[in-house]
């Protein structure tokens, strides 16, 4: 089973930019969808963006569209969340895990989630 780990968040000035990463353990992130998802104060889990191990498609929630890119580094076995034009708005701990795409918008998280990253946009 694959264990995940994430990392790379700070605080970060509204406008600024942060690359978070997702390193796994345990076994090959190919045979993986992967998806990034963030909870903020008070709010609930929602999905960001999601990467096929099929055939690397990517998927965005549409507030970061535009801003937000995700890839992998096979050789790493990480994947990364870049993060451009950061928001207040963005604030929450982001966290990797293994997903199902169901639909071009809808990732369904799967396996145990882990510690997550904290990014805090403000000036």
């Known amino acids: 089973q694959v264990q995940l780990v994430e990392s790379g968040g700070g605080l970060v000035q509204p406008g600024g930019s942060l690359t978070l990463s997702c390193a796994a353990s345990?076994?090959?992130?190919?045979?993986?969808?992967i998806g990034w998802f963030r909870q903020a104060p008070g709010k609930e889990r929602e999905g960001i963006s999601c990467?096929?191990?099929?055939?690397?498609?990517?998927f965005y929630r549409d507030s970061v569209k535009g801003r937000f890119t995700i890839f992998r580094d096979d050789a790493k076995n990480t994947v990364y969340l870049q993060m451009n034009s950061l928001k207040p708005e963005d604030t929450a701990v982001y966290y990797c895990?293994?997903?199902?795409?169901?639909?071009?918008?809808?990732?369904?998280?799967?396996?145990?989630w882990g510690q997550g990253t904290q990014v805090t946009v403000s000036s």
């Open positions: 895990a293994t997903a199902t795409i169901v639909t071009r918008t809808i990732w369904i998280p799967f396996g145990s």
């Open positions: 990467i096929s191990s099929s055939d690397g498609s990517t």
């Open positions: 345990g076994s090959s992130l190919t045979k993986y969808d």
